[in-house]
């Protein structure tokens, strides 16, 4: 059984709002409307947003921002641009 607990709620909260706004961020930066999952390219892409992400969700590794998307949207691993794009792309080169 999970009890919730008020700062555990507003903890949440904060982290869904961050990421929101981070999402937000890299749509308007492209000047063009993106779901989550293509946020999630851009980000698999860009070494220099991923260090955005770390930094504002202080976490130490792209693993650990992985697990935040995935907590967000667990459905970007079924997105077919995110496999079109592991597939193309060799593991090695990947997060990089």
Excluded: W
């Excluded at 698999?44 to 770390?54: A, D, G, P, V, W």
């Amino acid at each position: 059984m999970k009890i919730d607990s008020p700062s555990g709620n507003m903890e949440d909260e904060e982290l869904y709002c961050l990421f929101a706004k981070l999402c937000t961020y890299v749509t308007l930066v492209n000047g063009k409307k993106l779901n989550t999952a293509n946020v999630f390219l851009h980000f698999l892409k860009n070494k220099q947003l991923r260090k955005i992400f770390k930094k504002q969700f202080e976490v130490d590794s792209d693993f650990e921002c992985i697990q935040l998307f995935l907590k967000f949207d667990p459905s970007i691993y079924k997105s077919k641009y995110i496999m079109k794009y592991l597939n193309n792309t060799s593991s090695a080169k990947i997060l990089q």
